[in-house]
């Protein structure tokens, strides 16, 4: 008997969800992506900043994505993910910010583990695609 076609095939148990830390200052923002990530069934913490972010991972609490903002107090998104890609096994990092202009993609999208370079204003299910595509992309390999 096969599956439906409509259940994705997936290497995780069905049981073990993503796991999804966002690191956002902005509450409002932040609590959108938590509800949107959520909805795509994948785990998620939630924090206010990147020290916060750093302190969950440096607790051993394993994540499989990173969604961080680019310009936070107390620790930057850049900085966040330096200290992440030097430490943690996370697989998908996503930046987002508001000054898209101001930030040369190339430069960014050049280090390896940030997938992408999100300008604010953009669509929650628009992140939760790239996350989902990359995902799937790393499954792959």
Request: aromatic content about 4%.
């Amino acid at each position: 008997m096969t599956a439906p076609e409509n259940q994705p095939s997936e290497s995780k148990p069905a049981s073990a969800k993503t796991r999804v830390l966002i690191a956002e200052d902005d509450p409002v923002l932040r609590h959108l992506l938590q509800f949107t990530i959520q909805r795509a069934e994948m785990d998620v913490t939630a924090v206010a900043d990147g020290q916060l972010a750093w302190e969950t991972i440096q607790s051993g609490e394993k994540f499989d994505v990173m969604v961080t903002d680019h310009e936070m107090p107390s620790l930057s998104g850049m900085e966040l993910i330096r200290r992440v890609m030097e430490t943690s096994p996370i697989s998908v990092i996503v930046l987002c910010t508001a000054k898209g202009f101001e930030i040369d993609p190339d430069q960014i999208c050049d280090r390896p583990g940030v997938v992408s370079l999100m300008s604010k204003p953009f669509s929650p299910r628009q992140l939760v695609h790239i996350i989902q595509q990359r995902l799937a992309g790393n499954a792959a390999e």
